[in-house]
């Protein structure tokens, strides 16, 4: 079974200040993890995704995230906030095909995610 | 090039009656996938199609739903005697090849609202 905990369901900053928006996830096999972005009425963006080769993703619009096998956290982090980040960010867990079995072979499960707000 | 598109965009409907929701797939995608967001809640697997089989239904709520799809082409998930808990919006979403770590691409979503 995976699972994904978003730890915060909003987190507000000031722009120009870092965002860190906080994921633990949970897999019995090798996960591949995943942060979406969706805007206010518009569809779902994959903003990177961590697929077990180099621990530290970049993605779009200077976000990253780095993977701690240790801590089971995939957190996302991006230096300076801009007005135009504000939206709702998912984590999100996919366990990997290789030893996965099963059907949940490419089933991906979504943290409840988290509504990034940022004031000018 | 385009999107994964679905149809309708917004659907009101009685309780009791049946809803059908349209996914066009991006063209060349053989892994198809459909998710519900419920408000102020993360997505729910619903149900995965590998052409038109459909391996894992795992995430289907209850036997008033199912979905089809044509070869690798549009697929339809259908509720039956809808009730006010299936409100909710519908997303699918499709990919070059189904599982991780092949990016799924989302369509816009069906917002469903059964009265």
């Known amino acids: 079974a995976q699972s994904v905990t978003q730890l915060d369901s909003h987190v507000s900053v000031s722009e120009g200040t870092p965002v860190l928006l906080r994921c633990n996830y949970s897999?019995?096999?090798?996960?591949?993890l995943f942060w979406y972005v969706q805007h206010p009425n518009k569809g779902l963006q994959l903003l990177l995704k961590?697929?077990?080769?180099?621990?530290l993703v970049k993605g779009i619009n200077g976000f990253e995230a780095e993977f701690k096998k240790s801590e089971t956290s995939f957190h996302l982090t991006k230096p300076s906030a801009h007005m135009s980040d504000a939206a709702e960010y998912f984590c999100?867990?996919?366990?990997?095909?290789f030893g996965a079995g099963g059907t949940s072979y490419g089933k991906l499960t979504f943290g409840q995610g988290t509504i990034l707000t940022v004031h000018p | 090039g385009a999107g994964v598109s679905q149809s309708p965009s917004n659907k009101v409907t009685e309780k009791g009656k049946d809803v059908e929701l349209r996914c066009d797939p991006i063209?060349?995608?053989?892994?198809l996938y459909w998710y519900r967001q419920r408000l102020g809640q993360g997505l729910e697997f619903l149900i995965y199609?590998?052409?038109?089989?459909?391996?894992?239904k795992s995430g289907l709520p209850s036997d008033r739903f199912s979905a089809e799809r044509t070869g690798e082409s549009v697929s339809t998930l259908t509720i039956q005697r809808t009730q006010q808990e299936d409100s909710a919006v519908y997303l699918c979403?499709?990919?070059?090849?189904?599982?991780?770590?092949?990016?799924?691409?989302f369509g816009p979503g069906t917002r469903l609202t059964v009265l």
């Open positions: 961590y697929t077990s080769a180099a621990t």
């Open positions: 063209s060349g995608h053989t892994a």
């Open positions: 999100v867990v996919s366990v990997s095909p």
């Open positions: 979403a499709s990919s070059l090849q189904s599982g991780s770590p092949h990016e799924q691409f």
């Open positions: 199609f590998q052409g038109n089989s459909a391996p894992d």
């Open positions: 897999s019995s096999y090798s996960p591949s």
